[in-house]
């Protein structure tokens, strides 16, 4: 039986000292808040934030899901992705279940390899091996499912004990996702027991459209997670760019978009980038209803021009709310109930 339809809005969390309504750091992480609150109250899903270093974008995310998790009470909040090359797997596992724990049990982590950032050897700079990140996500992950990492001091010597991280968070394990950029990779999230996010780019091109290749991805996904004998239900997410033109100002910022896939280098690979999605609300609902990778997942992800302020934002998820997400087969979720 297939999952809900859920969506979400993804965030790369940008700030200009110079332009938009986005200025400095503290104003990029008080509006995620505040967009995570106001897209709560329109009955959207999911609040996910991208992770960058070293560029004016969020960059440490456990203090705000935290924040995003005592200031809501039923919308999901996650990553998009967090970049295991900069982690320490332990202390990320007490920070994730802290953030879980403050939220309710909320959190769905997005975590992989990363794309390229800009600093020249940046991983080694916070102190790590430059690409370990796939046994970083095995030590993160036995780490929030309660295993035992480290022996105990017995007196000044290694104990025959075993003592796990704290806090522990339940069910966490199952709701870390693993951001994957092409088909053979997302065979391995399969084999590996995490949900499969995906994004608006793979590292691979095959000359068909963006969403059948994406969409392939999902289906190698499915029967390597059926094959490897995983019994819960997985889950997938797909972004896309869904701009829709209702106003002048609109039609200033988007209404030249290309809606085209495009083809480029990337990472040491010629990669496809999905389209965007922009024009009438009626016209964008049409063509992502026709979209093989939308059809396909259980969570789109609206990737959203933070530098445009919240008021900006909502305005857009609610048109997509009310307008759009319906012709994919998403109903809204009730308000959260007030709390005192």
Do not use: C
């Amino acid at each position: 039986m297939p999952l809900p339809k859920k969506i979400g809005f993804l965030s790369f969390g940008a700030w200009h000292p110079g332009g938009g309504m986005t200025h400095t750091g503290g104003d990029a992480l008080r509006q995620t808040v505040e967009l995570a609150v106001a897209a709560e109250e329109l009955g959207i899903d999911g609040a996910f934030v991208r992770v960058h270093h070293f560029a004016r974008q969020l960059a440490s995310p456990f203090p705000l899901l935290a924040a995003i998790g005592v200031r809501t009470s039923r919308i999901e909040i996650g990553t998009g992705v967090i970049d295991m090359r900069y982690e320490n797997p332990l202390y990320m596992a007490e920070e994730a279940a802290a953030a879980d724990l403050l939220a309710g049990g909320r959190l769905q982590l997005g975590i992989s390899r990363g794309s390229p950032e800009p600093a020249w050897r940046g991983a080694e700079a916070f102190g790590y091996a430059l690409d370990d990140s796939r046994d970083k996500a095995e030590l993160f992950r036995a780490a929030i499912a309660g295993a035992g990492v480290v022996r105990a001091d017995a007196g000044g010597a290694p104990g025959d004990s075993l003592l796990a991280v704290q806090p522990q968070s339940p069910g966490l394990s199952d709701r870390i996702w693993w951001g994957s950029g092409s088909r053979s990779s997302a065979v391995w999230v399969g084999e590996q027991g995490m949900n499969l996010m995906s994004s608006t780019l793979l590292l691979e091109d095959t000359q068909v459209p963006f969403d059948e290749l994406q969409a392939e991805q999902i289906e190698l996904f499915r029967d390597a997670w059926a094959k490897a004998g995983h019994t819960r239900e997985p889950r997938i997410s797909v972004s896309r760019s869904v701009l829709p033109v209702t106003s002048d100002l609109d039609r200033r910022l988007f209404g030249r978009d290309a809606n085209e896939d495009q083809v480029g280098w990337l990472d040491g690979a010629i990669s496809r980038f999905g389209r965007s999605y922009s024009g009438e609300p009626d016209q964008i609902a049409d063509e992502l209803a026709q979209d093989a990778a939308v059809e396909a997942a259980d969570t789109l992800l609206l990737t959203v021009p933070s530098q445009l302020g919240v008021e900006y934002n909502a305005r857009m998820l609610e048109t997509i709310a009310r307008h759009i997400a319906p012709a994919v087969g998403w109903e809204p979720k009730a308000p959260a109930a007030a709390t005192t």
